[in-house]
């Protein structure tokens, strides 16, 4: 395997733990309505927590594009 195949391969890796992570938030985000108070305030961080690491799989997908 070549550098710009093991490239490839990563940024595909990082596209696709981003688009895991986001549908992570997704699902928490429908079931933290039907939750208690204190586990909504515990699923609403992880939510954030997801989006949060969704954009950053994101950028690294980006920034290995881009070199």
């Given at each position: ?55 950053e799989f994101r950028e690294v997908a980006q920034k290995l594009?881009?070199?």
């Amino acid at each position: 395997m070549d550098h710009n195949e093991s490239t490839r391969k990563f940024e595909q890796l990082m596209m696709k733990e981003a688009d895991h992570a986001h549908v992570t938030a997704t699902e928490l985000e429908a079931l933290a309505l039907l939750l208690p108070e204190k586990s909504r305030q515990l699923a609403q961080l992880q939510v954030k927590a997801s989006h949060k690491q969704a954009k950053e799989f994101r950028e690294v997908a980006q920034k290995l594009k881009e070199s």
